[in-house]
Each structure stands twice: as structure tokens, then as C-alpha cells.
């Protein structure tokens, strides 16, 4: 068998102050957002004011390949950094997989088993002698009724 499991109801706090006030991770996540707010509204701002720079008259061509290729700079960075993050998050679901899920299914798989020994067990040792105790009541049913047709 396996070890006992804690009750659900053990795991979860009945009284917790720290859902009321909010946690110390949900400040940590407002902060992240606002910083990514702020970010992306100063990119927002160089953008425009490359454009306006770029829209002024006597601009050459060549400027506007250059400023061109350093966007496109920018944005060859700005994937990669996507990309190391998204490597980043797939390495952590797979080590999610291996710790966390594994072990559930395993201990799954082994409840099933211990079930399908349970169900074996009670067919033999109960429904079986419950059935062949009504086969021989029906049995005795007719041969009483046998006899009682004989009589008559």
C-alpha cells in the first residue's frame, strides 16, 4: 500500500490573511506590469519620434535604410529574447511534467490496480457463493415442484 495522503481539507487554510491584505507575488506581479506598461509606451515614443524625425524635409534616403535596419535590429533582438524565454517555459512544463504530474499518475495507476485486486477479490470470495447458493435454491425449487406436480 502506499502512504497515507494528507486530507484535503488539511491542505487548505480556513482563515488566511494574506488572501484578504493579497499576497506578496501579486504586488510582484503589478509591479512587472506596470514596468512593462512604462516599456512599451517609451518604445511607442521613440518610434514616433523617428517617424516625425524621418517625415522632416531634406531626409535622404539612405537615413531612412539605415533607421530601417536598426529597427529591424531591434526586433531580430526583441524575438530573440521571446525565444529564450519561450525555451525557458517549455524546459520548465517539462520538468512540471516529470515532478509534479509522474508521480500523480503513478499513484493513479497503482489505486487502479489495488481497485481492479478489490473487484477480484469480492467476485470470489462473495458473488460467486452467492450465485451457486441461488443455483441450488432454483435446483431445489424444482425438484420440490417436481414432486408436488406428482402428487396431484
Avoid: C
Amino acid at each position: 500500500m502506499t502512504e497515507t495522503q494528507p486530507l484535503l481539507r488539511d491542505s487548505i487554510p480556513l482563515e488566511d490573511n494574506d488572501l484578504i491584505e493579497g499576497s506578496d507575488e501579486d504586488k510582484g506581479s503589478a509591479g512587472k506590469k506596470i514596468g512593462l506598461i512604462i516599456a512599451a509606451l517609451l518604445l511607442l515614443g521613440l518610434v514616433v519620434t523617428g517617424l516625425v524625425l524621418l517625415l522632416q524635409p531634406g531626409t535622404d534616403t539612405a537615413r531612412i535604410r539605415d533607421i530601417f535596419i536598426i529597427f529591424m535590429a531591434l526586433e531580430f533582438l526583441l524575438i530573440g529574447i521571446v525565444m529564450i524565454v519561450l525555451i525557458i517555459q517549455l524546459a520548465r512544463l517539462t520538468l512540471l511534467l516529470q515532478n509534479e504530474i509522474k508521480p500523480i499518475l503513478d499513484s493513479t495507476n497503482e489505486t487502479a490496480n489495488t481497485l481492479r485486486g478489490t473487484t477480484a477479490f469480492l467476485s470470489e470470495h462473495l458473488v460467486e457463493p452467492v450465485l451457486k447458493m441461488n443455483q441450488y435454491l432454483a435446483g431445489l425449487n424444482k425438484i420440490t415442484d417436481f414432486f408436488k406436480s406428482n402428487k396431484k
